[in-house]
């Protein structure tokens, strides 16, 4: 049922946020609907933030059509499996387990979005205004930087390039996932993975922020995927060190802007405040 289509992963995904928010400040998870638009009110930048972040993501949505329009052709999958040869298909024999996969399945389909989305809504309820535009900056900066690699440096997933020997796991618990969830992701979208970066921002993130429970949540998330992104057969090695290595600078960057806008809207506002006559 969970994998019917798009629109139930959608449902679901949005029934995980409020659950995961509820569940870990152990509060009104709707309530962070009420403190953004305080937040988005009280702050011009963070509507240009969210502006921004939803620019990038139609971005990466429009990005195969993109591509098709520039007429790239270039494929970069052989240099890779040059680089780590048979790793993937041995991890996937290694592991591999009926009862595993729908597990690994949720994490890689729902759990991604989820903890991103869910991430705002913790922070916001812990007012945490640090982390909130830290989180913003990090998922522009990761999308921004990734979009360029799929353009010019296309890798196909593992499955698909036969000498890998490696079999497509995810279809044995989301049968129509090629027909549904492909349009959102290309086959040729690998380096550097962003299930990696996200995951792994989100958990970066979450380390910094000072919320035990939610540290908790997202290393557990982040460590599933990662693992997820071989055993699924989706993922080369060379995605996830590069998808690493991009959370770890996402993250540094988010704060450091964070911190720099933050910073401005304390100055302005004091500015402001002394300019108001006393009346």
Request: charged share 15%; hydrophobic share 50%.
């Amino acid at each position: 049922m969970l994998y019917q289509s798009m629109n139930t992963v959608s449902l679901f995904t949005v029934i995980m946020v409020f659950l995961l928010i509820g569940l870990v400040t152990r509060r009104n998870p709707f309530a962070p609907i009420v403190y953004l638009a305080k937040e988005l009110l009280r702050s011009y930048k963070l509507v240009l933030l969210i502006a921004g972040m939803s620019g990038v993501l139609a971005l990466n949505k429009y990005e195969l059509q993109i591509e098709k329009n520039l007429h790239l052709t270039s494929d970069f999958t052989g240099f890779v499996y040059g680089l780590e040869g048979h790793f993937v298909q041995e991890l996937q024999h290694l592991f591999y387990a009926p009862w595993l996969t729908p597990i690994i399945v949720f994490f890689y389909v729902f759990m991604l979005q989820s903890v991103l989305a869910a991430s705002l809504g913790v922070y916001l309820m812990d007012k945490n205004r640090l982390m909130v535009y830290a989180t913003c900056y990090a998922v522009i900066l990761n999308y921004a930087i990734a979009i360029p690699f799929y353009l010019y440096f296309p890798v196909n997933e593992v499955w698909s390039y036969a000498p890998a020997g490696v079999r497509f796991v995810m279809l044995d618990v989301f049968p129509r996932f090629e027909q549904e969830y492909r349009a959102l992701s290309g086959l040729n979208n690998c380096f550097p993975s962003l299930h990696t970066s996200i995951s792994l921002t989100t958990a970066l993130l979450a380390l910094r922020s000072g919320n035990r429970r939610w540290m908790m949540v997202t290393a557990i998330s982040a460590a599933v995927i990662i693992f997820g992104i071989f055993y699924l057969g989706i993922h080369w090695l060379t995605d996830m060190v590069g998808g690493t290595l991009l959370a770890i600078l996402s993250s540094s960057l988010g704060v450091q802007l964070a911190k720099l806008t933050l910073r401005e809207n304390e100055v302005a506002l004091r500015v402001e405040s002394e300019a108001t006559p006393i009346r």
